[in-house]
């Protein structure tokens, strides 16, 4: 019974038309305060988890998911034929990589030639703006370039440049630099930053240019890139740990960690807002328990004990909160689903691109709402409302009645 009056009064002091206005309106702003902090943690993280996830798509694009040193391919196959994973299908092909520097005709740029063996074309997720792939690994001393890499050198399908390796040749004119020239067979793209420094080409091209007759490993492109861990702990284990497996979340870990990190720290600073906003609400009720001083006595007087009184206000706080959550998670979760929609209008509305492609490699803002975050939002701001919530409340407990009712300061 004492915990549905409570729960009346709770009610009353939120919504009730006696309160002055001042005092509705810091209620009001503290709800409305706590709704924008609520809506854009769920939008900003929102579209970090897209940037991440999009990022992590295309890097998969080209990006070995399971990479084997070792110079036995055909060992390497064996041992993944026998393991035959339960719907996962793994593409083997044996690589050699060098760093290089490709020279077009008035400048050059550093470069990773990576020469693959089997059916790139066919495993790879690469996108072939021109030009033919198949035919660069089928065709000896062709090569495909990164969009962005022959745009650098200013070289396209049928130019020829020169490929200049980290090493010597004893010529007549003493020890020169050894190089070849490549005939641009293809552009491809990824749409990340390994379009600045790719270049494949076949394993025999590879072997030639770097004198190494046997190849550097073996690379696994999976199906399923998220069971790459799996696959390697297999791997290893049925070998007896005579072969190691790198896997691409290891290869990459700086960089997905940068990006968790990044998310963490944006989710902090925008966390900032929610603390304040909910400790906003200490002003609301502080100024509600000093309004409503001869209200609370008299409810004292009538047996309302001061653990009742403090459950009020803590209360009448939640509530004050709760709106504002509710009305933040209605918000950002309608913003994160529509954004796209959003941004298309404003750039036609504009008359510009907010993110031109030739500039970003992801022309849009992509969004992924996760719902474990969502839920750490809502737990977090109701937490902090809660704690500042309490003070107040306290305050209103201590309140005399009988100092209350003779307006004297308590």
Same mark, same amino acid.
Request: net charge neutral; proline share 4%.
């Given at each position: *019974?004492?915990?549905?009056?409570?729960?009346?009064?709770?009610?009353?002091?939120?919504?009730?038309?006696?309160?002055?206005?001042?005092?509705?309106?810091?209620?009001?702003?503290?709800?409305?305060?706590?709704?924008? /902090?609520?809506?854009?943690?769920?939008?900003?993280?929102?579209?970090?988890?897209?940037?991440?996830? =999009?990022?992590?798509?295309?890097?998969?694009?080209?990006?070995?998911?399971?990479?084997?040193?070792?110079?036995?391919?055909?060992?390497?196959?064996?041992?993944?034929?026998?393991?035959?994973? =339960?719907? +996962?299908?793994?593409?083997?092909?044996?690589?050699?990589?060098?760093?290089?520097?490709?020279?077009?005709?008035?400048?050059?740029?550093?470069?990773?030639?990576?020469?693959?063996?089997?059916?790139?074309?066919?495993?790879?997720?690469?996108?072939?703006?021109?030009?033919?792939?198949?035919?660069?690994?089928?065709?000896?001393?062709?090569? $495909?370039?990164? =969009?962005?890499?022959?745009?650098?050198?200013?070289?396209?399908?049928?130019?020829?440049?020169?490929?200049?390796?980290?090493?010597?040749?004893?010529?007549?004119?003493?020890?020169?630099?050894?190089?070849?020239?490549?005939?641009?067979?293809?552009?491809?793209?990824?749409?990340?930053?390994?379009?600045?420094?790719?270049?494949?080409?076949?394993?025999?091209?590879?072997?030639?240019?770097?004198?190494?007759?046997?190849?550097?490993?073996?690379?696994?492109?999976?199906?399923?890139?998220?069971?790459?861990?799996?696959?390697?702990?297999?791997?290893?284990?049925?070998?007896?740990?005579?072969?190691?497996?790198?896997?691409?979340?290891?290869?990459?870990?700086?960089?997905?960690?940068?990006?968790?990190?990044?998310?963490?720290?944006?989710?902090?600073?925008?966390? $900032?807002?929610?603390?304040?906003?909910?400790?906003?609400?200490?002003?609301?009720?502080?100024?509600?328990?000093?309004?409503?001083?001869?209200?609370?006595?008299?409810?004292?007087?009538?047996?309302?004990?001061?653990?009742?009184?403090?459950?009020?206000?803590? *209360?009448? /706080?939640?509530?004050?909160? @709760?709106?504002?959550?509710?009305?933040?998670?209605?918000?950002?979760?309608?913003?994160?689903?529509?954004? =796209?929609? +959003? *941004?298309?209008?404003?750039?036609? *509305?504009?008359?510009?691109?907010?993110?031109?492609?030739?500039?970003?490699?992801?022309?849009?803002?992509?969004?992924?709402?996760?719902?474990?975050?969502?839920?750490?939002?809502?737990?977090? @701001?109701?937490?902090?409302?809660?704690?500042?919530?309490?003070?107040?409340?306290?305050?209103?407990?201590?309140?005399?009645?009988?100092?209350?009712?003779?307006?004297?300061?308590?």
């Amino acid at each position: *019974m004492s915990t549905l009056l409570e729960v009346e009064l709770a009610t009353r002091l939120s919504f009730s038309r006696e309160q002055r206005a001042f005092t509705r309106g810091v209620s009001i702003f503290a709800a409305l305060g706590m709704a924008l /902090g609520v809506a854009s943690l769920i939008v900003v993280l929102s579209v970090m988890n897209g940037l991440a996830g =999009e990022l992590t798509g295309r890097l998969l694009n080209s990006i070995p998911h399971v990479e084997i040193k070792s110079d036995d391919p055909l060992r390497v196959q064996a041992v993944v034929s026998q393991l035959a994973p =339960e719907g +996962l299908s793994v593409t083997t092909m044996p690589y050699i990589r060098r760093q290089l520097m490709l020279r077009g005709e008035f400048t050059t740029a550093g470069a990773e030639l990576t020469g693959l063996g089997g059916r790139p074309q066919e495993a790879l997720g690469l996108t072939v703006i021109d030009g033919d792939l198949g035919q660069v690994m089928t065709t000896r001393y062709q090569a $495909a370039l990164g =969009e962005a890499l022959a745009r650098n050198l200013g070289v396209g399908i049928g130019d020829r440049i020169d490929a200049v390796l980290p090493a010597v040749a004893m010529t007549p004119f003493g020890l020169l630099p050894r190089y070849r020239h490549l005939t641009v067979g293809a552009l491809i793209s990824v749409g990340a930053s390994p379009d600045a420094s790719m270049v494949l080409t076949s394993l025999d091209t590879a072997s030639r240019l770097s004198s190494s007759p046997k190849p550097d490993g073996v690379r696994l492109q999976l199906s399923d890139a998220f069971r790459a861990d799996e696959l390697a702990r297999d791997i290893e284990f049925r070998s007896d740990g005579q072969l190691k497996a790198v896997t691409w979340t290891e290869a990459y870990q700086s960089l997905f960690a940068a990006i968790r990190m990044e998310k963490v720290m944006v989710g902090t600073l925008l966390g $900032a807002l929610i603390a304040v906003a909910a400790f906003s609400v200490v002003s609301s009720l502080t100024m509600s328990v000093a309004e409503k001083r001869s209200d609370i006595a008299s409810l004292r007087v009538l047996g309302l004990t001061p653990d009742s009184i403090r459950r009020v206000f803590i *209360m009448h /706080g939640l509530v004050l909160a @709760a709106l504002g959550i509710v009305v933040g998670l209605v918000l950002g979760v309608t913003l994160t689903l529509y954004l =796209e929609q +959003l *941004m298309r209008l404003a750039e036609s *509305m504009l008359g510009w691109t907010l993110f031109d492609p030739s500039i970003y490699y992801i022309g849009g803002l992509p969004t992924e709402l996760q719902w474990r975050d969502v839920s750490f939002i809502l737990l977090g @701001a109701l937490a902090l409302s809660l704690l500042a919530a309490v003070y107040p409340a306290h305050r209103a407990s201590k309140i005399s009645p009988v100092l209350a009712l003779e307006g004297l300061d308590a």
